[in-house]
Protein backbone atom coordinates (compact mmCIF):
# COMPACT_ATOMS: atom_id res chain seq x y z
CA UNK A 1 0.00 0.00 0.00
CA UNK A 2 1.70 3.56 -1.07
CA UNK A 3 1.53 6.33 1.01
CA UNK A 4 2.56 9.75 1.05
CA UNK A 5 2.66 11.96 3.22
CA UNK A 6 3.54 15.93 3.06
CA UNK A 7 5.46 18.08 5.36
CA UNK A 8 6.54 21.65 6.08
CA UNK A 9 6.02 24.87 7.39
CA UNK A 10 2.28 25.74 7.94
CA UNK A 11 3.20 29.81 7.78
CA UNK A 12 5.03 31.24 4.94
CA UNK A 13 5.90 35.00 5.02
CA UNK A 14 4.96 37.18 1.90
CA UNK A 15 7.88 37.18 -1.07
CA UNK A 16 9.46 33.98 0.05
CA UNK A 17 9.55 30.37 -0.79
CA UNK A 18 7.08 28.06 -0.05
CA UNK A 19 9.32 24.25 0.57
CA UNK A 20 7.11 20.92 0.78
CA UNK A 21 8.51 17.46 0.98
CA UNK A 22 6.43 14.61 0.54
CA UNK A 23 7.42 11.31 2.20
CA UNK A 24 6.80 8.25 -0.25
CA UNK A 25 6.49 4.38 1.31
CA UNK A 26 5.33 1.55 0.12
CA UNK A 27 6.47 2.33 -3.29
CA UNK A 28 9.27 3.60 -5.15
CA UNK A 29 9.45 6.88 -6.68
CA UNK A 30 11.45 5.77 -10.02
CA UNK A 31 8.63 3.07 -10.45
CA UNK A 32 7.65 2.67 -13.94
CA UNK A 33 5.32 4.81 -15.35
CA UNK A 34 4.06 6.98 -12.24
CA UNK A 35 3.87 10.63 -12.37
CA UNK A 36 4.26 12.15 -8.48
CA UNK A 37 2.54 15.11 -8.50
CA UNK A 38 1.65 18.52 -6.31
CA UNK A 39 -2.10 19.56 -5.94
CA UNK A 40 -3.07 22.77 -4.02
CA UNK A 41 -6.67 23.77 -3.38
CA UNK A 42 -7.15 27.46 -2.15
CA UNK A 43 -10.23 28.21 0.51
CA UNK A 44 -13.31 27.71 -0.89
CA UNK A 45 -12.12 27.00 -4.58
CA UNK A 46 -11.51 23.95 -6.24
CA UNK A 47 -8.11 21.39 -7.06
CA UNK A 48 -5.42 23.14 -8.80
CA UNK A 49 -2.47 20.93 -9.99
CA UNK A 50 1.42 22.42 -9.85
CA UNK A 51 3.03 19.97 -11.30
CA UNK A 52 5.00 16.54 -11.33
CA UNK A 53 8.00 15.00 -11.25
CA UNK A 54 7.77 11.94 -13.37
CA UNK A 55 9.83 8.36 -12.37
CA UNK A 56 12.43 9.44 -14.92
CA UNK A 57 13.15 12.29 -13.00
CA UNK A 58 11.66 15.00 -15.92
CA UNK A 59 9.65 18.05 -14.89
CA UNK A 60 6.31 19.22 -16.01
CA UNK A 61 4.40 22.35 -14.10
CA UNK A 62 1.36 24.25 -14.64
CA UNK A 63 1.77 27.29 -16.85
CA UNK A 64 -0.07 29.72 -14.70
CA UNK A 65 2.99 28.72 -12.04
CA UNK A 66 5.70 27.86 -14.22
CA UNK A 67 7.54 30.42 -13.37
CA UNK A 68 7.49 30.10 -9.48
CA UNK A 69 7.64 26.85 -8.98
CA UNK A 70 10.83 24.04 -9.16
CA UNK A 71 9.67 19.99 -7.94
CA UNK A 72 12.82 17.77 -7.03
CA UNK A 73 13.48 14.66 -6.02
CA UNK A 74 15.39 12.58 -3.47
CA UNK A 75 15.30 9.10 -4.39
CA UNK A 76 17.75 8.10 -1.64
CA UNK A 77 15.23 9.18 0.89
CA UNK A 78 11.99 8.36 -1.57
CA UNK A 79 10.90 11.93 -1.23
CA UNK A 80 10.17 14.86 -3.46
CA UNK A 81 9.89 18.73 -2.88
CA UNK A 82 8.23 21.53 -4.08
CA UNK A 83 9.37 24.95 -3.70
CA UNK A 84 7.40 27.84 -4.79
CA UNK A 85 9.08 31.19 -4.39
CA UNK A 86 7.79 34.75 -4.43
CA UNK A 87 4.02 33.64 -2.57
CA UNK A 88 1.76 36.03 -1.99
CA UNK A 89 -1.80 35.73 -0.05
CA UNK A 90 -3.27 34.12 -2.84
CA UNK A 91 -0.88 30.94 -2.38
CA UNK A 92 -2.37 30.44 0.77
CA UNK A 93 -4.07 26.40 0.39
CA UNK A 94 -3.74 23.18 1.34
CA UNK A 95 -1.54 21.68 -0.56
CA UNK A 96 -1.26 17.62 -1.34
CA UNK A 97 0.93 15.33 -2.69
CA UNK A 98 -0.17 12.78 -4.75
CA UNK A 99 0.77 9.87 -7.47
CA UNK A 100 -0.26 10.17 -10.78
CA UNK A 101 -0.72 7.57 -13.69
CA UNK A 102 -1.85 8.29 -17.28
CA UNK A 103 -5.00 6.42 -18.48
CA UNK A 104 -7.19 7.57 -21.36
CA UNK A 105 -5.27 10.37 -21.75
CA UNK A 106 -5.87 11.52 -18.22
CA UNK A 107 -3.43 11.98 -15.61
CA UNK A 108 -5.46 9.96 -12.70
CA UNK A 109 -4.45 10.18 -9.26
CA UNK A 110 -5.24 7.19 -7.10
CA UNK A 111 -3.05 7.98 -4.11
CA UNK A 112 -3.06 11.17 -1.79
CA UNK A 113 -1.39 12.32 1.05
CA UNK A 114 -3.92 13.89 3.84
CA UNK A 115 -2.63 17.36 2.76
CA UNK A 116 -1.26 20.45 4.50
CA UNK A 117 -2.34 23.46 5.24
CA UNK A 118 0.22 26.37 4.31
CA UNK A 119 -0.73 29.77 4.77
CA UNK A 120 0.87 33.13 3.51
CA UNK A 121 1.11 35.98 5.91
CA UNK A 122 3.37 38.14 7.67
Known amino acids: QVQLQESGPGLVKPSQTLSLTCTVSGGSITTNYYYWSWIRQPPGKGLEWIGY???????YYSPSLKSRTSISRDTSKNQFTLQLSSVTPEDTAVYYC??????????????WGQGTQVTVSS
Open 53 to 59: IAYTGST
Open 98 to 111: ARGEYGGGYLNFGY
